[in-house]
Structures are given as C-alpha cells and as structure tokens.
C-alpha cells in the first residue's frame, strides 16, 4: 500500500529546499483565472441565487455565437476586476441552435450539431466543467506549443475565441486509472489580452 504521507512529505521537503534556494526549475507559472460550471438554461436562476448568497454576482455576461453557448462570470460583489479566480457558468443558447437539436436537448437526448456545451449536459450531469488557468497576456500559442512538446494532448489544432475578448485552448481530460489517474475536468488557457477591447465595446453598444 502506498506511503501516502511519506509521498507528501518528500513533495513538501523538495518545495522547500526549493524555495530556500530561490530556484525555479518550471517554466511557467499559471493562476487560477476561473472555474467552469456546466449549467442547464433552467438550473441558471437557482445557480444565481446560490452563488449570490457566497457574494458572487454578474460580472460580465458574453453569447459565444461560434460555441452556442451563454458564459457568465461571477465575481465578488459583481466587480469584473475582483482579485482572484471567477466562476463562469456555461449554458448552451439554444436559440442558436437547430429547432431539432434543441427539441433533442430539452428531451435529454444528442442530436447532431449540438453544442459542445449541450452535448455534454446531455452525456453527464451539470456541474464543474473546467478548471481555467490564465498564461501572460500574448504567449498563448508559445504556451500552447510548450505543452505540445511536453506530450500533452490539447483539442483543437489552434486556439480559438473565447469567452469576454479571450482568446483560448483546452487540453483533455485523462481519467487514467484507479493506479494512476489524471484530471477528471477539462482544463482551460485563458489569454485576457484582447478582454479590454472587448469591454470597450460593451460599454459603446447601444
């Protein structure tokens, strides 16, 4: 059986002894910008009503028209330059969608040409989606071909639009094995360096 204290314990002694001798072998070095919550159009106003009573309300609100999915940010007090990570919940836009494909969706089944968004809150349960990491602001494809190099498998063959003037990518999901897993979410990259911009033209549209 696994030492799992004495693991922890060799981690904890080689973070140390680095941090006393001010090395830092890693290359990069990622916050936390959000977590992803996959949440059914009708699970939005309970949503809302849950995190408003930690403080987290409507920062910002963005319709991904090329993924047919609604992202909302929530920050404490609704400050979009809150310190610390944001929760975004991701909803599939239906009026986007086919009238078939959505007639699929409110009936719990896949239809071809669904949102990624809706396909997934067919396939599993709404809840944590994504863990989103933010990289420095114009590095996201040298980021993105560092993990490349690394042998991480990313989806996509570049990155894409996101969310709020983002520009991102996602590396998929390694449920592994009960002998050695890997991340059971999908994990996001988030470049902010096009998010003023994109405020700029909220703030201007009529």
Same mark, same amino acid.
């Given at each position: ?35 992803g919550f996959a949440?059914p159009p009708a ?51 239906? !009026? ?26 067919v396939r599993y ?23 490349? !190099? ?57």
């Amino acid at each position: 059986m696994l030492d799992l204290g004495e693991i922890l314990a060799v981690a904890e002694r080689e973070a140390q002894a680095l941090r006393r001798a001010g090395e830092r072998p890693w290359q990069y070095e990622l916050p936390v910008d959000h977590l992803g919550f996959a949440v059914p159009p009708a699970g939005l106003t309970p949503a809302l009503n849950a995190w408003r009573m930690l403080g987290y309300l409507v920062a910002e609100r963005d319709l991904v028209t090329g993924q047919k999915a609604w992202a909302t940010m929530l920050r404490p007090g609704g400050n979009p330059d809150s310190p610390g990570p944001g929760l975004e919940l991701v909803m599939p836009a239906l !009026e986007l969608e086919s009238p078939e494909a959505a007639a699929a969706f409110e009936a719990g089944e896949a239809a071809p040409g669904l949102s990624a968004i809706a396909q997934y809150l067919v396939r599993y349960r709404p809840g944590m989606h994504h863990l989103a990491f933010a990289v420095e602001a114009g590095t996201i494809r040298d980021f993105r071909a560092y993990l490349i !190099e690394a042998g991480v498998e990313v989806i996509g063959d570049d990155v894409r639009p996101g969310a709020f003037g983002t520009t991102v990518f996602f590396t998929k999901p390694d449920r592994g094995s009960r002998e050695q897993p890997g991340p059971s979410v999908l994990v996001e990259y988030v470049d902010t360096i096009g998010v003023t911009a994109w405020r700029q033209q909220q703030e201007a549209a009529p």
